[in-house]
């Protein structure tokens, strides 16, 4: 029994790893980039308590190393607990208080939807809640919490395709891109600083089929924006389905900058919502954006933690909208 724990050890490493370099770059092992590392870990460290009633030093030695490979991952991508949420509940000049959440299409309980969302906001950023909130897959959540009275009459309340933003800010476009019934996206642009250009951000979401090869969706859904947008976003945001690092999303995501990886607070898995092994909601920021914090958050119902960052906006915009 506890040499088979150390196979299993080793074997569940050797798809780690082969997760990692891979990635989804090749439709037929794509699930392996799926093993999430605090798993392996976990598969690991069991084999490491084998190995040593085992008395195999040479194993022992191998799987420690293996681990502690593990353990830098988890705190490179899946975690960061040396960072503090300072700024989580500041906004001010220049800064924009933002969240998403993917909402599943919640039917009955869109009300139940609604008032989480509002409670999510105020434990991110404290009374004054959210200046920008995106809801994917949005149900009836808008309806339910227009009915409730929820939002105030200085703030828009928009829905356009399968998304709807709730915003402080002036809400100056909203456009359907495109949506083939199992990929979307929509174009949203905020007036930010009226003697500026416009925020312009990109609304995506993307099917959840494990079978489907994500380098094909990634790329089909690049060459749709390309054709359907002018100009590059500020901020990309949505549901993936895709774990961090993900060749994929490389070349969609060319030119941006990840907002956990650069300002992520404690675990940043997205799904599912219970215990989130995989950070499949990102939140991508472009050159005129710099994240300053962000965390994920359990709104107590549905599939998804939300996301929630205090992004900086440069005040290098043109009225233009060009650096």
């Known amino acids: 029994m506890l040499r088979a724990i150390v196979a299993l050890g080793f074997a569940a490493s050797a798809a780690w790893a082969t997760g990692r370099v891979m990635t989804d770059s090749i439709a037929v092992i794509q699930s392996v980039h799926w093993i999430p590392t605090v798993v392996a870990l976990g598969f690991t460290v069991s084999a490491c308590s084998c190995a ?22 988890v705190l490179a991508q899946d975690w960061h607990p040396w960072r503090r949420a300072t700024d989580s509940v500041g906004g001010g000049p220049g800064r ?65 395709g399968r998304f709807a933003v709730i915003s402080r800010v002036k809400v100056t476009r909203a456009k359907p891109l495109f949506d083939d019934g199992s990929v979307a996206a929509v174009l949203v642009e905020f007036e930010v600083d009226p003697r500026q250009g416009p925020m312009r951000v990109l609304l995506i979401d993307t099917p959840s089929s494990p079978g489907r090869s994500r380098i094909a969706v990634m790329d089909s859904l690049r060459g749709w924006i390309d054709r359907t947008l002018e100009g590059a976003p500020d901020l990309v945001i949505g549901d993936f389905n895709t774990p961090g690092g993900a060749a994929s999303m490389r070349s969609i ?36 954006v710099t994240p300053c914090a962000y965390e994920t958050i359990d709104p107590g119902i549905g599939q998804h933690r939300a996301q929630a960052a205090v992004l900086e906006l440069s005040s290098m915009l043109t009225p233009s909208g060009v650096p």
């Open 96 to 160: 924009l208080r933002v969240a998403h959440l993917n909402a599943n299409w919640p039917g009955a309980s869109s009300r139940r939807f609604a008032e989480a969302l509002a409670t999510v906001t105020r434990l991110a950023f404290g009374p004054d809640g959210a200046d920008i909130v995106m809801i994917s897959e949005r149900g009836d959540i808008l309806a339910s919490a227009n009915e409730a009275e929820m939002i105030p009459p200085n703030v828009q309340a928009i829905v356009v």
């Open 253 to 288: 995501m060319s030119g941006l900058t990840e907002a956990f990886d650069l300002a992520g607070t404690g675990w940043g898995g997205t799904f599912p919502r219970t215990f989130p092994l995989w950070h499949i909601d990102q939140l991508w920021c472009g050159p005129r």
């Open 52 to 73: 040593g009633l085992l008395r195999r030093r040479r194993t022992l030695v191998a799987l420690i190393v293996i681990a502690v490979v593990q353990a830098g991952f």
